[in-house]
């Protein structure tokens, strides 16, 4: 699909549900714990057996994964509507240019798309990631997870079509 920085980009397959959800898992315990007590991340976490809403956001949303030296170090999806839901980056390769990559594409696909916006509910921990790349804070705004409502923030950026 895409090469940046040895960076490779590709859609994602139901067989990389295992890895997928594992590194979903590991970002949350190691990084998101910065911001989240244990009992959110822990709850927040938990959404990693839930295998059928994985592959139904595999199916149905433009969803790629990031691969460096062939390891799969992150992801990121994008609805129809302009909604950025997930955007993940390995425990251990955070700050290499992965997330940037993924934004990138999930930006290219909106104007593709002809969304007039992206938005997304970002945590704590992606907030200044995302305001790095012009996405505005609308509201913070509770978010329920399984059992824990987590503070997030909704956030939006305009699509400047001008760049099609």
Do not use: C
Request: charged share 30%; hydrophobic share 40%.
């Amino acid at each position: 699909m895409v090469e940046l920085n040895e960076i490779k980009l590709r859609l994602a397959q139901q067989s990389d549900l295992e890895v997928i959800t594992q590194l979903f898992f590991e970002t949350i315990q190691h990084v998101n714990i910065r911001d989240y007590s244990r009992e959110e991340v822990d709850d927040w976490s938990s959404w990693k057996s839930d295998v059928d809403q994985w592959l139904e956001r595999i199916q149905e949303q433009y969803f790629i994964v990031a691969e460096k030296k062939n390891k799969m170090v992150g992801f990121g999806s994008l609805n129809k509507d302009g909604y950025l839901d997930l955007l993940f980056v390995d425990k251990d390769t955070q700050g290499q240019g992965v997330a940037n990559a993924l934004i990138s594409e999930l930006e290219r696909k909106a104007i593709e798309q002809q969304n007039d916006f992206i938005y997304s509910d970002v945590s704590l921990t992606a907030r200044g990631f995302f305001e790095h790349r012009g996405f505005i804070v609308e509201k913070q705004q509770l978010k329920q997870s399984k059992t824990k409502a987590l503070i997030n923030f909704r956030m939006t950026k305009k699509i400047p079509f001008a760049s099609l």
